[in-house]
Nanobody, 121 residues
Framework: VQLQASGGGLVQAGGSLRLSCAAS????????MGWFRQAPGKEREFVAA????????YYADSAKGRFTISRDNAKNTVYLQMNSLKSEDTAVYYC???????????????WGKGTLVTVSS
């Protein structure tokens, strides 16, 4: 499985960004696709995940109410819509895939290259 993340950039606090993760290769319907992020000097942390088969979604507390994860099966793409961005959302965002829900880096089977999100205050 190959994952290609895109959509990062510079945005002002309160603004929005949409990240995309294009998946290729052998993607099983049981997979859970997700997003993690890593801020400077901090560990990589879970943000959100979605089951490929039924679109069940899961969010970190920091993302609830502001971020929305979704998927487009036809395009093999997962999105992360981020609204009301805060400076503390500044991080490199990584797309991830796993055979089961993974809320830590240890459960992830595949990683994409990160995309940088910078939120200016």
């Amino acid at each position: 499985v190959q994952l290609q993340a895109s959509g990062g950039g510079l945005v002002q606090a309160g603004g929005s960004l949409r990240l995309s993760c294009a998946a290729s290769g052998r993607i099983f319907s049981s997979y859970v696709m997700g997003w993690f992020r890593q801020a400077p000097g901090k560990e990589r942390e879970f943000v959100a995940a979605i089951r490929w088969s039924n679109s069940f979604t899961y969010y970190a507390d920091s993302a609830k109410g502001r971020f929305t994860i979704s998927r487009d099966n036809a395009k093999n793409t997962v999105y992360l819509q981020m609204n009301s961005l805060k400076s503390e959302d500044t991080a490199v965002y990584y797309c991830a895939a796993a055979g089961r829900l993974a809320t830590t880096i240890h459960g992830v089977d595949y990683w994409g290259k990160g995309t940088l999100v910078t939120v200016s205050s």
